[in-house]
């Protein structure tokens, strides 16, 4: 049967309408639905918390957080952080605002849980840059403790994909690579959505993260399979819904400054 040329028209404008109209609340679907309890354009509906915006770091100094901020780390100790090892005191190296990785110290975590966040951290590699591979000037940022987005030297660098700068540990390699040199500071910009489980531990919905680095988009809601490992994909295991974000030991002197977070889980004062 021939089909008219207008109605195939139609049928492909409405197609396209379709599409424009439906992918955004597709893809925001994942952290937040519309809320259908309001009409459009409802006047008695509240506008948003008023928030004032940080300003944004120079290589010389770290800039400051927007005003609904948690600060993580003052620049000045490391109150709010304990040791992975010893359970007491984080014996990081604290120094011109940055805080440094110290070998055999171990890492270190938040006293604070958080569960869903934007996370704001710098991180600088040595330089002269020491070692190849993933022996280069690593860290990490655990989410949850668990979840980690890698820090390592990987500028004209090679390693795995999964294992370099950017990458979801062992899951996910960055979208592209963004690095600067070693020496400068480089930042991560971080959406985590922790996982959802029921009462039988069993996930509901797993985690989600997006990581922009110095700006770029290098992970876009990536799914995580579960806690990232070294040489393994193990499952889900049921976990709390607040859990320390943790910074790795990897026995290199990785600096860290002007770490912030906002908890996406405590309602706009
Ligand atoms: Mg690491």
């Not at 809320?35 to 006047?43: A, G, I, K, R, T």
């Not at 390699?173 to 500071?185: C, F, R, Y």
């Not at 930042?187 to 959505?193: C, G, M, V």
Request: glycine share 10%.
């Amino acid at each position: 049967m021939r089909i008219p040329r207008l109605t195939r028209l139609r049928a492909g404008i409405l197609l396209l309408a379709g599409i424009l109209v439906l992918t955004p609340s597709f893809l925001a679907a994942q952290s937040s639905k519309a809320d259908l309890n309001w009409n459009v354009h409802d006047p008695t509906r509240p506008m948003a918390t008023v928030v004032t915006p940080g300003t944004p770091s120079t290589e010389e100094k770290a800039g400051s957080p927007p005003s609904d901020a948690i600060v993580l780390f003052n620049g000045k100790d490391l109150s709010g952080w304990i040791s992975d090892k010893t359970k007491g005191p984080a014996e990081w190296k604290v120094e011109n605002g940055t805080m440094e990785a110290v070998k055999g110290k171990g890492g270190i975590r938040t006293s604070q849980g958080f569960g869903d966040c934007q996370l704001h951290i710098e991180w600088r590699t040595p330089d002269p840059p020491v070692g190849k591979g993933q022996d280069r000037g690593n860290s990490g940022v655990f989410l949850m403790g668990i979840y980690e987005v890698q820090v390592l030297d990987t500028y004209q660098a090679q390693t795995y994909a999964d294992g370099q700068a950017g990458a979801l540990y062992g899951q996910f390699p960055p979208l592209v690579n963004p690095i600067l040199p070693p020496g400068k500071w480089q930042t991560y910009d971080i959406i985590f959505h922790r996982p959802r489980f029921d009462k039988d531990g069993q996930v509901t919905r797993p985690a989600y993260v997006t990581v922009f680095m110095n700006g770029v988009l290098v992970q876009d809601n990536a799914e995580l399979t579960g806690p990232t490992s070294h040489k393994a994909r193990p499952a889900y295991k049921a976990h709390a819904d607040r859990m320390p974000l943790g910074l790795q030991d990897h026995a290199h002197p990785v600096r860290f400054r002007n770490i912030w977070v906002r908890d996406l889980e405590k309602p706009a004062q």
